[in-house]
């Protein structure tokens, strides 16, 4: 992905740019039952550090900071209020809610920092991380945008990708909002499984899947022709939707490589390249499910057939 490389190509920048941790800017435990005084050390049971100290000296009072429990800026966490017993104070082991005030200073520092990316949303995460939304990719970052983490995101404890059900989330479109129209239609059996897919007619992926497709029955695709990998995708685009049978002259060309001759009409090629970009399509093949979720890339074959399973038994 073209964000991957030039994220790689700025980390090295970013990281020179993250504020060095001293020896002072310690951990305080997420497992201390109550609230240490004012410059009392803690010892640390969890994580690399060993000791801290408090760095109010005004007691329980409403703004009181303490160091960070979540990496090495101060600040980042709050201390909880509700404690066992009344007016007991503990550090809490749960992420703080971003308001917008954060988020949006984590927004304003991601641009600084990548100005030539343009920021759709920012989020804090329920893992104390936040996640920066640029087109359909998900960055994730600290509060300082100190650093910047792309790739799966792994709940360890219940090993979900949250990265992929976010994007999900992110990317959900009501299928009857689609222009099907803009697409070439193919259906086997009864048709009652219903999928759309963008692809472009150079895309190996696309191919793939298309093979996949092949003998699945009972499924409607409608296929939006999305040529944005080469530049004679134009043109093979066009030749296939002017066929006097599309569908057909899709299938021939990405499972048999036969393309149909040339030919001219109005396809409506940008058309289907406005709705990509709106729906935030950029790669090939991105698939689009009866009950809104999409999925970037060839699913293999047993989970693409369990998927449209499910949301037919839904209804969806």
């Known amino acids: 992905m073209i964000i991957r490389a030039w994220l790689s190509a700025l980390c090295v920048a970013a990281a020179a740019m993250a504020a060095p941790v001293h020896a002072a800017d310690k951990v305080i435990s997420t497992q201390s039952a109550g609230q240490p005084a ?23 009072n409403v703004g009181e900071k303490v160091i960070s429990t979540n990496g090495p800026n101060a600040g980042e966490k709050v201390i909880s209020t509700s404690g066992s017993n009344p007016g007991e104070k503990v550090i809490s082991t749960a992420p703080a809610q971003g308001t917008s005030v954060d988020t949006d200073r984590v927004a304003t520092l991601f641009s600084q920092r990548f100005p030539d990316m343009t920021v759709s949303a920012v989020r804090r995460t329920p893992y104390g991380l936040y996640e920066v939304q640029v087109g359909m990719d998900l960055i994730y970052t600290d509060a300082n945008v100190g650093w910047v983490m792309e790739g799966p995101l792994i709940d360890a404890a219940t090993r979900r990708d949250v990265t992929r059900e976010r994007q999900e989330q992110i990317g959900a479109v009501s299928f009857d909002q689609l222009p099907l129209q803009l697409a070439v239609k193919r259906v086997t059996g009864d048709g009652s499984r219903v999928l759309a897919i963008f692809e472009d007619p150079n895309c190996g992926y696309c191919k793939q899947l298309r093979h996949t497709l092949e003998d699945l029955p009972n499924l409607t695709v409608y296929t939006f022709i999305y040529p944005i990998l080469a530049p004679d995708s134009r043109t093979k685009a066009r030749d296939i939707w002017c066929s006097k049978q599309p569908g057909q002259a899709w299938d021939d060309w990405m499972v048999r490589g036969k393309m149909p001759p040339s030919a001219n009409c109005n396809a409506p090629i940008e058309q289907v390249l406005a709705l990509g970009q709106r729906l935030m399509v950029q790669g090939t093949p991105t698939l689009f499910f009866a009950d809104g979720t999409r999925v970037s890339g060839a699913l293999p074959r047993d989970e693409l057939v369990a998927r449209l399973n499910k949301i037919s038994q839904k209804g969806g």
């Open 38 to 60: 004012p410059g009392e050390t803690v010892t640390g049971t969890s994580g690399s550090t060993t000791s801290a100290k408090v760095t109010s000296t005004s007691g329980p």
